[in-house]
């Protein structure tokens, strides 16, 4: 099967239809940067509205030093950010959507999480003589 990789003068204006809709839909960037006191990424976005988020959730991010960090960059029309020193990049609408790694690497940080409600219910089922089994 053959696929055609060139644009033809035909697919540019549906081409600039639809970047000019991710424009105006998807979250941008207008500015970033670490702040050190709070320990956070701030992405200032076009909307207006702040988004941050801790570095220690994001692979690749969670072993930075805060003058890594601070190197952060807004890339792409605004919707990447780029570390150059760690050779990191991250999309702004990914990092929104809690998308802080690889499929791996959150897969392997998935049931990590500790809550009160879980060390209790591990607590209780341990004096059960521990997880109940699987019926059926």
């Known amino acids: 099967m053959t696929t055609d990789t060139h644009w033809s003068d035909a697919q540019a204006p549906a081409a600039k239809e639809r970047?000019?809709?991710?424009?105006v839909a998807e979250p941008r960037a207008v500015a970033a940067r670490?702040?050190?006191e709070t320990d956070r990424i701030i992405v200032d976005l076009a909307s207006g509205a702040t988004f941050a988020f801790?570095?220690?959730?994001v692979e690749f991010l969670q072993d930075?030093?805060?003058e890594q960090l601070a190197e952060v960059e807004v890339q792409g029309a605004g919707f990447g950010l780029h570390w150059e020193t760690l050779d990191v990049d991250y999309t702004v609408p990914g990092l929104m959507n809690g998308v802080f790694g690889t499929a791996r690497w959150m897969a392997a940080r998935a049931g990590q999480a500790t809550s009160r409600a879980k060390a209790e219910a591990s607590r209780v089922n341990g004096k059960k003589g521990g997880?109940?089994?699987k019926v059926g």
Do not use: I, Q, S
Not at 19 to 23: C, D, E, I, S, T
Not at 54 to 57: D, I, T, V
């Open 34 to 36: 670490y702040d050190a």
């Open 54 to 57: 801790p570095p220690a959730l």
């Open 131 to 133: 997880r109940p089994r």
């Open 19 to 23: 970047g000019k809709a991710k424009l």
């Open 64 to 66: 930075a030093t805060p």
